[in-house]
């Protein structure tokens, strides 16, 4: 059993990658490292983990680390991971980063959409994009991840395919995106008290969601040129769930069923993506609680776009299912290890 | 007071006309037609309405409506109002229909997307389209009115002043719905039954919706073009609420600062459209049970792309609290008259 | 028209008041004031007031309320009111108080469930327990209204017919609550985070709830004998309503029936009361954004007990449709004055 | 492998027994048996199941199903289970019924209660009811197991202990049940399609639910003297979960803690269940997706009453899991094989 460390370890993410790692038949958490609840059981600040997790969170500890696990998981918010990452890249650990911090290839760029300082460049060259379909080679032989933003997973997954194989013109692609709550964090706010979150679609941070720049870098170096999208999001009154609706120009003549073809070529090794049939489109329940991507395509003959939708779960494929599903193929495992569970339904 | 009738009596657009016009000082509701429900009282089916109205339904009895309504409300499914008001239209009647069977001034479009036989041409010239704030004269001199479907309300008032100041390009127009599941109707079918719907985006009808024809058509209407648009429509896990976000690509050069008093100036005489300010974006719930349009704005530099999003009631602004809006106009009173409610918060 | 100050102008309650008196006939909100929120316009925290209530809020000023208003509500957390009505109820003013302050009899036993001070006895002995069906003649004459707490309205109203006709006995009485979760107010928490409280139920405040000693009271003022009762609160997610279930042990031999008439008998006169028919249970659905109290009576034989089931929504019959109803009352007005809508169904 | 066939393919019980078996080390799903969607791949029916079960339903053979799977689940609703066990119950087969059809020893009571015959005698007595945690060594040896209703796996697991030990009286005992809609099937009907369950709570069939007579039995049967209780039902707007809340008389003097002790003695071999800490409660998203049951406790001493609330996932626990947990112990294996999952939070 390898042994991982969560940094950052009362997050949704870090709780999801508990409960995904949970029967891993390779892999264990044995420390969860928070500043501010050191000391303290999760099951005291979680009640579900009762019985299951007794682990009591530590300070983090860099010297200890190398020593006492393989792997290590942060789950922080941004601006955290960029000065951790540093500390323990030339230690003898495999780190997955689930946070912004390390996919932006510009420090200037970070800035700019994340009103912080970047991580040193050399870390941020170190790491690789874990989508794990697209990058699969660099990330099986990667030592540091950066795992991907979860509007960027659902919107690349679903663009890249047709955006490389040049069915679509770069220019004015839309993305508009829905997400249940559980995207915004754990903190509470007013937006996401219940009573003014039920029922009730918003549209939020519009221009100016820092998963924009992520999108467009990894659009960006798919066809080896400036790529400018829209990316909207919408908070959607539920908990879990994300999908994209993605619009693009087409600029061939080209069916439905076609793309659909091109598509599960694309993706025909890939476990996790599932390619709808002609006509259906993807439910965000239909993942729940799973590591699917569902992709279901329409070419709009009548304007001549190509709509893509790309459903998720923003916690697992989003978040902890894909850090896991990297961090197998890091280690030579199949990809799907300890992730092949049937989403939970209804 | 002037007598209203509703036929089709017990759908969901037909009990909001019952909530909305229940305190209107110069309207009332004296006959519920519905041939399936014939001889039940109202309040056996909805137990909300208890106390208030017990009002038995009836059959549709042409000649006596004549006497006895001076309105006429047809809240039926699609294919019905097509047989009806060819029998009414020479009555001294005023008749509003809530469905789409007279919006469409092409029979054959209305063939095509609703797979039945349309209304008699004579009929679909004689019905003045409803959107009020962009027919506001029409509306005040007809004497049939074909209400505007929900998304068409929604997309055209977030779309028309752009398009007709001439702000964006006709071509490539995206309009990305969301809607409440009420806006599916009363029947319960696998997809509203509630195990499946709740926690739950899902995308429907895509490429296909009998909305997508409307919103051409008087897009189509306002620049004397004809106008292609695309219109996604998503079914959202709350009751109530519809928006939706419109994409176009800007033909000038101008600031999210500019555009929100054009849009204020196009608006200024309307007291239902509320056009938020920069950097405020619509909620759903903040228009909840009233008749309002809240309308958020945003330049996208970026991609020289303008973002509108425009969040209405669904059942209200979309559907019953429009047709008495139009109602009210037809009959020379104020337009809010019975209407001017606070939106239910939370 | 009368002119009402509100204090408190940003809880759930307060903007409560603000959207059933906005049409109201003979009473106008004309000051909303709130200390915290002095100078802010009231529509810039909730969009939805956007050209509905300019109101600009403004600090307290004793002195200047009497000449400005003839009522002032008061929509404060517990513990705000006890300090503020001791300087109003000399005045000229009419006072409505939504908060727990003034509803106990007893100081300690105040002091015992709110953990504070309770107000001056002279300041309680003058308020009138606002229960509008149970108290009427004593609201209608009332200058101070204790405005009753959301789970005591559904529990006595429920309870106090069979109570006071000795059906039930008064020992052992159990009251299961169920709120929707605008009943926890407006401030964010980790328990009322939309991603932690979806999907949920929870029980909550067990045996400590402050509207234990409140219910109590009343039931024992009603047979004038001590009686204790349990009363349990769960957390639903849902943003309104509220329905407590209501187990009593019966002490005669009698039938569902022939209760449901004797409660019919009881609320006779009383337009917000609705008892259903034998069979039908209540639905917080059906009366939703309105002030009924909806009743539904089963004899549950093969144990001698009484179920009685009262659905109210928490906002209004629960707070503020209850303290306009008292109002109406309390100035000589029809009780459904201003109140008299259609809940919001679906 | 052992290999299993679930008849009544299509119900959510049926998809449930499917996710949780994905991953069983011991026991794998190859026959999934539906009349009415024979020929059907279940995928096409579930579209979550896509990539993971390919599994084609087929018609009930008997003959075929001894020779070919070990166990056989039975998901179909009442009155079914009763006609298919006699033919199954002498064949080397493992029977595990989740439906009500052999959960009560009196045909006549199952009559009255369910509106049909019931199921042979002698099928009956052969039936061990599944409770695991309270009939385990019976479970063990059986080689047909009743599978518990999920109300009554709730009230029992929660009273059983304090009424078996004494604590209270079996007089008066009031079982309050919420629960989420995936409780009442996968058949729409107007009272959970979504815009009329959402935002709602609605009790039902109070006072003839058929768990009643299930719970009456098996808390009879613990004291070997009749036992006569309340169980309602409440329909609660979440897809699952499900809690009840117990009250009893106490008939000693006794603390919390101290009923929390015995409680964590009786069931402190039992892996599912989880005796929470003085002062917590039951959430019933802390167990969502796992075969938890948590138990909250409470003596009141004001009334001298004990309450209990009692959570579990109504799929799961309520059904499946448990269903999962006895085919485990009666192949001799440990009872969490399989389903030792952390519940899915949030």
Chains 1, 2, 3, 4 share one sequence.
């Not at 990658?17 to 059981?41: D, F, M, Y």
């Not at 001549?304 to 850090?323: M, P, S, Y």
Request: net charge negative; glycine share 8%; aromatic share 6%.
């Amino acid at each position: 059993m390898r042994k991982a460390a969560i940094i950052g370890g009362t997050g949704y993410g870090a709780i999801e990658l508990i409960r995904l790692l949970h029967n891993h038949p390779k892999l264990e958490v044995t420390k969860a490292i928070s500043h501010s609840q050191s000391g303290e059981v999760l099951s005291s600040i979680y009640p579900h983990l009762e019985k299951l997790h007794e682990i009591k969170m530590v300070d983090l500890d860099i010297k200890s680390l190398e020593a006492e696990v393989d792997i290590v998981f942060i789950a922080t918010p941004a601006g955290v991971a960029k000065t951790i990452v540093p500390d323990l890249q030339d230690l003898d650990l495999q780190i997955v980063d689930l946070s912004g911090d390390l996919r932006l290839s510009s420090r200037d760029v970070y800035k700019e959409w994340y009103g912080k300082e970047a991580a040193p460049q050399e870390t941020i060259n170190q790491a690789v994009y874990g989508l794990t379909e697209i990058y699969k080679e660099e990330v099986q032989s990667a030592k540091i991840i950066s795992n991907p933003g979860c509007f960027p997973t659902s919107a690349l997954l679903g663009t890249i395919p047709a955006l490389e194989k040049e069915l679509i013109s770069p220019k004015g692609i839309v993305i508009d995106g829905k997400t249940g709550i559980s995207g915004a964090g754990r903190t509470p706010t007013g937006t996401t008290h219940f009573p003014e979150a039920n029922d009730n679609v918003l549209p939020y941070k519009i221009g100016r969601h820092q998963h924009i720049p992520e999108v467009e870098q990894y659009l960006s170096k798919t066809i080896d040129e400036q790529v400018t999208t829209i990316l909207t999001t919408h908070l959607i009154p539920m908990t879990r769930g994300l999908i994209c609706t993605i619009y693009a120009e087409l600029n061939q003549d080209i069916t439905t069923k076609e793309v659909i073809e091109l598509y599960e070529t694309y993706y025909k090794e890939d476990k996790f993506i599932r390619v709808l049939n002609e006509g259906e489109f993807p439910a965000t329940k239909a993942v729940q609680g799973s590591n699917f991507c569902d992709i279901g395509i329409w070419v709009d003959k009548r304007s001549d776009q190509l709509i893509i939708a790309a459903a998720i779960d923003n916690l697992v494929k989003g978040a902890a299912g894909q850090a896991i599903q990297n961090t197998n193929l890091m280690n030579g495992w199949e990809e799907d290890l300890g992730l092949a569970a049937v989403p939970m339904y209804p």
